[in-house]
């Protein structure tokens, strides 16, 4: 979703100087995980090809509690025996989503005529909420089913835009 406002002009000397001419604009993201693959990490079928998938053996294959540290419950899935393939099907791990509020503050000025002075103050990832990055899904790892990274915090930048 996203949103621009426009301040209107003011007509007071002082505020239509401080007030007037400014423009906010948003985008809201707001987003469900990717669907993921655990594999094995092995070739357990014996075809020469590594990371085919598992058996899964409970019914709910993430942790109790899911947190960065145990999204995925280890439990949940065995290697299957050699010379079979494992009976979990391809992309049925749903990962962690993520929010995402971006805003732009914006001012022009006009210098002359045909001249203008931009200003721009821009915050992606606003509040700094935390959006993790989707699960470790290789079961032959020690880290199996951990989120080990994030994506960017928040980042703010600044610009001056002299247009002729």
């Known amino acids: 979703m996203s949103s621009v406002y426009a301040t209107p002009q003011f007509s007071a000397g002082t505020l239509r100087a401080l007030a007037s001419d400014w423009q906010l604009s948003g985008i809201v993201r707001v987003l469900t995980g990717s669907y993921l693959s655990v594999t094995t990490g092995i070739d357990n079928a014996l075809t020469g090809q590594p990371n085919q998938r598992p058996n899964q053996v409970l019914a709910d294959p993430y942790a109790a509690d899911k947190n960065i540290d145990h999204w995925l419950n280890p439990a949940a899935f065995r290697a299957p025996a050699a010379g079979a393939y494992g009976n979990l099907a391809s992309g ?62 928040r980042i703010m930048q600044l610009a001056l835009k002299y247009v002729f």
Not at 122 to 141: C, D, G, K, M, S
């Open 92 to 153: 049925n791990i749903l990962g962690p989503g993520s929010i995402r509020i971006d805003m732009g503050l914006t001012r022009t000025f006009r210098v002359r005529e045909n001249q203008t002075l931009q200003f721009r103050a821009e915050a992606f990832n606003l509040p700094n909420h935390v959006n993790p990055a989707n699960p470790i899904t290789t079961l032959n790892t020690l880290n199996f089913g951990k989120i080990q990274s994030a994506a960017d915090p």
